[in-house]
């Protein structure tokens, strides 16, 4: 197996998550939480959707289409435009409400565009340095487990919440 089929069958189990959590459910589901300090189903993929869309831009040298096709005019959050969630309070994630097809949208042109760049990665690629902000310095292969395991953690928690909306 090829380092770039390892990473699209990686991406593609993401996005079978993605989707399985948020298809059918109206935005008053997505913005359940369990609890004041809880995360919703919305604010999990929108944060996981920019996270992946930052990372991957910044580790191929590209824009991220957030920016470039106009994601953030259409979620039309309270937010500065290059806001990923990180360290959000309660209030903001309250304020990420979206339409399930919204956020699938998003998500998927961010896959799509995260595919046509490891589609072609190659073992050697995986060593090559992105970030230098950090010591050691981040290679790509380490940015893109750390995007896999954020998109994995934040899809399970959105699949986690849609059970409980579910069971209410």
Do not use: C
């Amino acid at each position: 197996m090829k380092s770039s089929d390892l990473l699209l069958d990686a991406f593609a189990r993401i996005q079978e998550t993605v989707h399985e959590a948020v298809e059918g459910l109206s935005e008053d589901d997505l913005t359940v939480r369990v609890d004041a300090d809880a995360n919703s189903i919305a604010w999990l993929v929108w944060h996981l959707t920019r996270i992946q869309d930052d990372h991957i831009a910044d580790a191929f040298g590209t824009e991220q289409i957030w920016h470039t096709e106009g994601w953030a005019a259409r979620f039309g959050l309270p937010f500065p435009e290059p806001d990923t969630g990180y360290g959000h309070s309660r209030e903001q994630v309250a304020a990420v409400r979206a339409p399930a097809h919204l956020l699938l949208a998003y998500y998927d042109a961010v896959h799509t565009h995260t595919l046509a760049h490891v589609g072609s990665v190659t073992a050697a690629d995986l060593d090559r340095i992105v970030d230098t902000r950090w010591d050691p310095p981040v290679t790509l292969g380490v940015r893109l487990v750390s995007v896999l395991t954020d998109d994995n953690q934040h899809a399970g928690q959105a699949s986690y919440v849609r059970g409980v909306v579910e069971r209410r």
